[in-house]
């Protein structure tokens, strides 16, 4: 299975994450705030990122951004999770480097379907 991140600081909606996925058997690494978060995915082996918008230190936005930058040719499959669920905020996350947006709440089945389509889709088609 694959190792996911999750940039959550909520921890009841980061337990409620962790569980699905790692029912699933996916190894899944929290980190509770943007700039660990920036600093997992550039040290450590991740196959995806589940990044939530609004965070306490740094935004989702910038720490996406800053991952894109240092990696343009990467093709990390990262997904907008957050509760803002408009138009706008979704336009907004594919620009500025998400693949994917997934709102808050959510079912159980619907992150598990988006994360399987985002691992069994080659890497070269993800962005």
Excluded: Y
């Excluded at 694959?2 to 699933?24: C, P, Y």
């Excluded at 669920?85 to 947006?101: M, R, T, V």
């Amino acid at each position: 299975m694959a190792t996911i991140l999750l940039v959550e600081d909520n921890q009841n909606t980061a337990d409620f994450i962790i569980r699905i996925l790692e029912s699933a058997g996916h190894t899944v690494h929290h980190a509770k705030r943007g700039l660990e978060g920036a600093r997992w995915a550039r040290a450590c082996h991740t196959d995806l990122v589940l990044m939530d918008i609004d965070l306490p230190d740094v935004n989702g936005r910038s720490v996406v951004l800053s991952l894109r930058r240092q990696n343009p040719a990467s093709a990390l499959p990262i997904i907008a999770v957050t509760v803002q669920a408009d138009e706008e905020s979704i336009k907004l996350a594919k620009g500025f480097g998400c693949n994917a947006f997934l709102a808050k709440p959510f079912l159980p089945e619907d992150l598990l379907k988006l994360v399987d389509h985002f691992l069994s889709v080659p890497k070269d088609a993800q962005l």
